[in-house]
Structures are given as C-alpha cells and as structure tokens.
C-alpha cells in the first residue's frame, strides 16, 4: 500500500526533493500529500508546488504576537497535518521543536532525520559542532540518522537508519555538509522504505494470525 507522507519543513528542502525524486523513480512506495513550512520563504514550498503537492505556510509569529502558547500552535498544527491523513509525519529540516500538543495525535508517526550520529549533537548546528570536535581531534567521523519522534526530546528516539559521514583533513564546513546533505538524502529515502515495508509486513503478520486461530478452532 502506497504510504500518505506528510513532510514539514523550514527551509531549502533538499531532502524533500530526495524523496519527490524517489517517489518518481519507484523506489519509494509513498505520495506526498501535504507539505508544510513555518517560514514562508522556504525554497522547499517552491520544490513542492512545482511537483503539484498541496503547501501549508503556518507561522508561529501569529501566535507569539497574540500571547497563544506554542502547544496552541502545535495543536492547530496537529489538526491541519491530521486532516491529510498522514501513515507517516515527515520533519526534514523543520526547525521547530514539537511538543506533546502534536507528539501525542501521531504516536510513533512522526521521522526525524538529523545530520548527527546518535547521541551526538542535538540541536540546530550539528554539522558545525562536528566539523569543530574534529578541528579539536575530538571525533573521526560524524554522520546522519533517521529516527522516530516519541517525545520531547531533542534529536533522540529509537533510531531508525544511521549512514557515517567521514571527515577528511581538506574539508571545509562547506564540502562536510555538502557531503552530509548527500548522505541524509540517501539515508532518509532508505529509511522511510524501511518502515512502510515494516508497516505492512506488521499488517500480514496480523492477517495470518487470524488465520491461524481459525485454523485452531477448525
Ligand atoms: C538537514 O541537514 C537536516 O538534517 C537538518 O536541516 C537540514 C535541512 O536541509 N535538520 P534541507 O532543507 O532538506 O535541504
């Protein structure tokens, strides 16, 4: 069964066109039905109306500037992402923290990919934090991961693909995060495959246990 993916994203969406190109190219089993920004120049919104999917443009400044809480934007948020249905929330380069306000309408919904090995640099500069450790000789290698978004927590859950990223001696910030970028596009594409393969292979499981207790009661 095709997948319904709802991306959100703040920014160039890089990553969502890795996965409008392998939607294209098949090897993705999934159609994008929603793509939402919080900031209204995101280069991504383009990609996405250029590829005919429905865009979103939900900033938080109305509801700062109104005294409202993030939890009423994340709970608006929620509403407008759950009236497209999603089997999968996709946050590729949203630069927006979630709270339980929207955590808790899809549990184990929603996908994070962040340009970081487990554990390692949560937050908005994990590729200079990583370029910076190695300057430092305090890491090798960094990398990327896809991850599900039970909770709070910033950049963490159980993790659902991982792909190491080298650093090299000749690399600027530039070339590592040009090499990341690649990376995560591969990765991200990799791994949404992988749980709605996994999704489905959870939905046979369920219909041959059926079967077998009809068996038993035969
Ligand atoms: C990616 O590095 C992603 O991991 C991070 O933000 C970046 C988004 O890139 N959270 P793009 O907008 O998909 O090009």
């Known amino acids: 069964m095709t997948a319904r993916l709802v991306v959100l994203i703040s920014g160039?969406?890089?990553?969502?066109?890795?996965?409008?190109d392998a939607i294209r190219m098949k090897v993705l089993d999934a159609e994008i039905v929603l793509v939402v920004s919080n900031r209204k120049d995101a280069f991504g919104l383009v990609?996405?109306?250029?590829?005919?999917?429905?865009?979103?443009y939900m900033p938080l400044k109305p509801y700062t500037a109104a005294g409202r809480t993030r939890a009423d934007y994340d709970a608006d948020l929620a509403q407008i992402v759950g009236e497209a249905a999603p089997d999968w929330v996709v946050l590729a380069g949203w630069m927006h923290i979630l709270s339980s306000a929207f955590l808790d309408r899809f549990p184990y919904r929603v996908v994070?990919?962040?340009?970081?090995?487990?554990?390692?640099?949560?937050?908005?500069h994990a590729i200079e934090e990583a370029f910076a450790a190695f300057q430092h000789g305090?890491?090798?290698?960094?990398?990327?991961?896809?991850?599900?978004?039970?909770?709070?927590?910033?950049?963490?859950?159980?993790v659902i693909g991982v792909a190491e990223v080298p650093i090299y001696r000749t690399d600027t910030l530039e070339t590592l995060a040009n090499r990341m970028h690649q990376a995560e596009h591969k990765l991200l594409v990799q791994s949404l495959q992988r749980l709605i393969v996994g999704d489905e292979e959870v939905s046979d499981d369920d219909y041959m246990d059926e079967d077998d207790d009809e068996e038993a009661f035969a």
Request: charge should be negative.
């Open 12 to 20: 160039n969406g890089s990553n969502l066109q890795a996965l409008i």
């Open 47 to 56: 990609r996405a109306e250029k590829a005919g999917i429905p865009t979103h």
């Open 112 to 124: 994070n990919l962040h340009p970081a090995l487990p554990g390692k640099f949560p937050g908005a």
């Open 138 to 158: 305090e890491i090798k290698q960094t990398g990327c991961m896809v991850h599900l978004v039970p909770d709070e927590a910033v950049d963490a859950g159980p």
